[in-house]
């Protein structure tokens, strides 16, 4: 049982460049997020899902695209990078959506868009 | 508009001495309140959670206060100890909503000294 994955867990990119980031849960869990993580800032949700085929946006959804054809995978889009979205990018999951206390988050990566 | 804040990035306490932690929030609809620990180059786990209804939520050595007039919630952690120093994320949810959307206070760092 792995738990929540994600990968790769170090990037760079040029400015312009797109790539996806990717998470993947072995729980059987319902719901995931994608969440950015800047000094000062917290954490802030940028996508979240219920289930497989519903997705829909968080606090900070500009420049990222998000799709979840399986339960097990939600992977993240940069179309275009910024160096506004250098982070550390987290995601998590949980059985339900109700109750953010069984949420299990992956271990990050960390952006870096010159 | 920062709905969590947690005013003080840092605190630094000596081991078997109490650690508290505050944050304060400004949405009124806010009505489950979590907290979360981070160590270095790891996500985010959930630590202990309280719902509006309750103003105590209590767990071994992590104790949650809740204050809905003031908007304040505080952690305790008595007695603290060396493995406790982490950074420490209060976050803040409507648990009506059923969306699992958190939204996070900007972080403490707490260093327990041997």
């Known amino acids: 049982n792995a738990g929540v994955t994600q990968t790769p867990k170090f990037q760079v990119l040029k400015t312009g460049q797109s790539m996806t980031l990717q998470c993947a849960q072995d729980m059987n869990h319902e719901y995931m997020s994608w969440y950015r993580q800047d000094p000062g800032m917290g954490l802030r949700l940028i996508h979240y899902s219920v289930g497989a085929g519903i997705t829909d946006q968080g606090e900070v959804p500009n420049g990222y695209n998000v799709s979840r054809s399986t339960t097990e995978d939600f992977p993240l889009r940069l179309l275009s990078a910024a160096p506004s979205q250098t982070s550390v990018y987290f995601c998590a999951s949980s059985y339900s959506w109700g109750r953010a206390d069984t949420q299990y988050f992956g271990p990050g990566t960390r952006l870096t868009v010159l | ?114």
């Open chain 2, 1 to 114: 508009d920062q709905q969590v804040k947690q005013n003080s990035p840092s605190l630094s306490v000596q081991e078997g001495r109490i650690s508290i932690l505050n944050c304060d929030y400004t949405n009124s609809m806010f009505d489950y309140f979590l907290w979360y620990k981070k160590y270095p180059a790891e996500g985010p786990t959930f630590l202990i959670s309280i719902s509006s209804i309750k103003d105590k939520n209590e767990d071994g050595r992590f104790t949650v206060f809740l204050n809905k007039s003031a908007k304040h919630l505080s952690l305790h952690i008595v007695p603290s100890q060396p493995g406790d120093s982490a950074v420490y994320f209060c976050a803040a949810m409507r648990e009506s909503s059923n969306t699992g959307k958190l939204i996070f206070g900007q972080g403490t760092t707490l260093q327990v000294k041997p």
